[in-house]
């Protein structure tokens, strides 16, 4: 690498464009500063765009008019009306799905035979549509609350089973010989050594997956019926309500973004307790 190269290298690292080490890119104590310019600009061109006429409001409203909407469903109390019955599936359906793919993460990292077993169902897991499971779901289950939760899970299911596979598996196999060295059992070694070290990996897909259960829980309302906000998007799209139908969407959005927020702020403070990085 010539000195020029060198330099520009530096320059593109230092801008936060481009650095040649990824771990030198996490998130900065200012990094909110350029998330929130980036979404001005996107507003403040969907803005002018409407304003000026070239887009039909019918196809994309003014986002004063969708702001004004969501406005009006929090006063009124509709908003939390809706998001209520969504919210409560999708945080049942993340819990299912943690209660269910980290153990059988953790079976399949120790057990080549169940491995084999369990790795095609989990792989067919995510090629079968939503749509499909869904009615299979009022077939076994009925209406309500629990199927739709259930199909959250099965969408959040994947991403957590991977991440801790790939956690467990990407392991210094040395720490944990030393443990076995020491006569730590089992359990001992899963609790103290294995799950610390995976925890980053194991937690980022359990930020995912409680993500995605938003998904689920709307999926399920379009499909199988229900009461939330999934409801309130066939209600406003029947209507050729276009206003109404972004702030649906934009109270989607606010609500995963929430999730996604919590989740990571709690991801953060259980690795650095596991880790041993507070007292």
């Not at 443990?179 to 070694?189: E, F, N």
Request: with cysteine.
């Amino acid at each position: 690498m010539t000195i020029e190269e060198r330099r520009r290298a530096r320059t593109l690292a230092h801008l936060g464009l481009w650095s040649a080490y990824p771990a030198r890119t996490r998130p900065a104590a200012g990094r909110w500063k350029t998330s929130l310019a980036s979404f001005a600009v996107v507003f403040l061109l969907w803005w002018a765009a409407t304003a000026s006429g070239v887009i039909d409001p019918l196809y994309l409203p003014n986002p004063v008019d969708v702001a004004s909407r969501m406005w009006l469903q929090l006063t009124t109390g509709i908003a939390w009306h809706y998001m209520a019955p969504t919210l409560a599936a999708a945080l049942l359906g993340a819990a299912i799905a943690i209660a269910v793919a980290i153990p059988l993460g953790v079976v399949i990292t120790h057990s080549r035979v169940l491995a084999a077993v369990a790795e095609p169902f989990v792989a067919v897991s995510q090629t079968i549509p939503l749509v499909a499971i869904a009615p299979l779901l009022v077939l076994w289950i009925g209406y309500g609350t629990v199927p739709i939760a259930v199909l959250c899970a099965v969408i959040a299911f994947f991403p957590m089973v991977t991440t801790t596979v790939v956690g467990m598996r990407s392991l210094d196999m040395r720490v944990v010989e030393n443990a076995l060295l020491d006569g730590a059992t089992g359990w001992q070694r899963l609790w103290h050594i294995e799950g610390p070290m995976a925890a980053p990996a194991i937690l980022a897909g359990v930020r995912g997956g409680v993500v995605l259960t938003m998904t689920g829980a709307v999926v399920g309302e379009l499909v199988m019926g229900g009461a939330g906000l999934g409801t309130l998007l066939t209600l406003t799209r029947e209507a050729a309500d276009t206003a109404g139908l972004f702030a649906v969407v934009a109270w989607i959005s606010l609500i995963a973004l929430t999730l996604h927020a919590l989740v990571h702020a709690l991801e953060r403070a259980a690795v650095a307790r596991l880790q041993g990085e507070t007292i």
